[in-house]
């Protein structure tokens, strides 16, 4: 590197970008409208859940992605098919039961990964606009 040179810029490692397909497949089945998105709408829903991660423990980042892996591979060993591949019905139904979990910490992790998926989907333009949300500086003053 050469005196007086800027550093060079490193990109942070995203965690989405590791665990994207088989999260995709996850986001369709919590919230079924994702499936109508484009590829900006969902680089735009992994942003916004990726900025709300970058203030959280690389430990807790790294255990979300692991859970994600986790569940895609358990998908393989019940169905013989990674998530992604699984037909919509049944996918909801696999997802269910990891909801629904005896294990805590999948289960737990699962409502975790949920809450980031609508987190991501209302919390853009389109969802918020799906549900009738019209927040505005204004507050209350724009209702009148």
């Known amino acids: 590197m050469r005196r007086g040179a800027p550093p060079p810029t490193i990109r942070p490692a995203m965690l989405l970008e590791s665990v994207r397909t088989p999260f995709r497949a996850l986001a369709e089945s919590v919230v079924p409208e994702t499936s109508r998105l ?13 900025g709300a991660l970058a203030s959280k423990p690389v430990k807790l980042r790294r255990q979300l992605g692991l859970l994600i892996r986790a569940i895609n591979w358990l998908s393989v060993l019940r169905f013989g098919r ?7 019905s049944r ?4 997802l269910s039961s990891i909801q629904d ?6 289960r737990v992790g699962f409502w975790g990964v949920r809450t980031l998926v609508f ?3 209302y919390g ?9 949300y019209g927040a505005t500086p204004r507050g209350w003053e724009a209702r009148r």
């Open 82 to 88: 990674r998530l992604a591949r699984l037909d919509p």
């Open 119 to 121: 987190l991501g989907y």
């Open 101 to 106: 979990s005896r294990i805590r910490l999948l």
């Open 91 to 94: 996918r909801t139904r696999f």
């Open 124 to 132: 853009g333009p389109e969802g918020a606009a799906a549900i009738g």
């Open 38 to 50: 484009d590829e900006s709408g969902w680089e735009e829903l992994e942003r916004t859940i990726e």
